[in-house]
């Protein structure tokens, strides 16, 4: 759902997922955008893949930092394994 909304509303879709300065720099990147895009229209997808990669990257490292403290300190307490 987050990368729907990173696709659809970069900015809020940054915002929601923790990322403040990356969404100030999505508006500055949408008006950088729409003022060229006028000429070159490929820019005008720019924007919505700068958010889809952060949050990509931003979820991709919390998830390795999850598994990095399961194997330093072992599951969860009623972690039961199939």
């Known amino acids: 759902m987050i990368y729907v909304l990173a696709v ?3 900015p ?3 915002l929601l ?4 300065f990356s969404a100030i720099f999505n508006l500055v990147l949408i008006v950088f955008c729409a003022i060229l895009g006028l000429f070159f229209h490929v820019l005008l ?5 700068h958010a889809v990669i952060a949050v990509h990257m931003r979820r991709e490292r919390r998830h390795r930092e999850v598994v990095e403290a399961i194997r330093r300190h072992g599951p969860p307490p009623g972690y039961r394994a199939s």
């Open 12 to 14: 809020i879709g940054l």
């Open 17 to 20: 997922n923790g990322q403040p």
């Open 45 to 49: 997808l720019v924007p919505s893949a």
């Open 8 to 10: 659809l509303l970069p």
